[in-house]
């Protein structure tokens, strides 16, 4: 019953609430009349853009010219080897290295001496080449002989064709073990069971397969490689290029190239391949630049490339003041009807003399304010 009560008479104190609002309204709206405080105007705000000035003539109108740019695309890459310039060092001869005269990244030239192979193949081919050069004489003497003796007709033709044939079989096989000595590097006139291993190019070596005291050649080894000694002369400079980029380049194009540890030496590259596969991952192509190395590129080296894309972009271009910087954003003012201009906010491209490319938000032929500075001016003293 209490609750009931309660909520009954806070009924009744709202209503009494409510009831002397209205009449103090009534009161005040009576004692006003005509002669009191009128109501403020409601200023509804225009369009923010839109300034307004009194003599529009006063600012003079520049026409966009038509520009046709094209636009560079900058991608990174890496410096490699170029491999019709890597070259292996092979040991024909299976053995046990004995000596090592050079080691990883050690600069060599060619005919340079790297290392020396103790090897039976040595032993083996010299005693195939001495037993050569015996049957070779034996034969020799044998034609001959028979040439004399057919000359007197003391044999038949049959017989002296036989001494021909074997004759020139010994010389064969006299050739063939001196090319087997000359492609183990054993000196017919010097052997020896140690076979040297010379560089067959002057470069770098960038790769080495072999130790002192390691087994070498395919017999013992499992390969052949001893080193790898690549020419840096002139090296790749392999980049990927995004899907959407690759029209934009082309075989033979040049590319500038800036090297992050020497900024200060740009150098010049030409593409040499685009690569027919994209990377199903990260939609890029494999572009690869050939680079004359001036003796700063190192293989491993991370650059970046700068092509001119072959597909020129039409593109707006205006005077340089025609554009306000403000906040990180650029803006030009174009005419409006009623003595105004609408602020238009644009993405500056590269300059180009003295004027400026506009990227987007103006077109070539459109009219706007030549020099904003004295438009803003006009307006701070308004």
Known sequence: MSGCYLWKRASSLGLLLAAALAVTACRKEAASGDNGPKPGN???????????????????????????????????????????????????????????????????????????????????????????????????????????????????????????????DSQADLKAAEETLETLGVDKAHPSPVVPVYSPISGVIVQQNVTNAAAAGVTYS???????????????????????????????????????????????????DIGPVLDPAIRTAKVRIEVANPGILKVGMFVTATFVSLQKQHLALVPAPSILHLHDREWVFVPAANNQFRRVEVKAGQMVGDKQAILAGVQSGQRLVSNVLQLEATLEAQ
């Not at 600012?59 to 170029?82: M, R």
Request: proline content about 5%; glycine content about 6%.
């Open 222 to 272: 499992g390969s052949a490689t001893a080193f790898t000694v690549a020419d840096l002369s002139s090296v790749w400079v392999v980049c990927d290029v995004y899907e959407n980029d690759i029209p934009k380049l082309g075989l033979g194009q040049t590319a500038k190239i800036k090297l992050n540890a020497y900024p200060d030496r740009p150098l010049t590259g030409h593409i040499s």
């Open 42 to 168: 409601v200023v509804t705000a225009g369009d923010m853009a839109l300034v307004t000035v009194d003599k529009p003539g006063q600012f003079p109108l520049v026409q966009a010219e038509s520009y046709d740019a094209a636009p560079q695309l900058d991608v990174t890459g890496t410096v490699f080897p170029d491999i019709a310039r890597e070259v292996p060092v092979i040991s024909l001869a299976s053995g046990r290295v004995v000596d090592i005269k050079a080691r990883l990244d050690d600069n060599v030239h060619k005919g340079q001496l790297l290392l020396k192979i103790q090897s039976p193949d040595s032993t083996n081919a010299f005693d195939i080449y001495k037993k050569a050069v015996s049957d070779e004489r034996m034969n020799n003497k044998a034609y001959v002989r028979a040439q004399i003796l057919f000359a007197h007709g003391a044999i038949s033709q049959s017989m002296l064709e036989q001494a021909e044939d074997a004759e020139v």
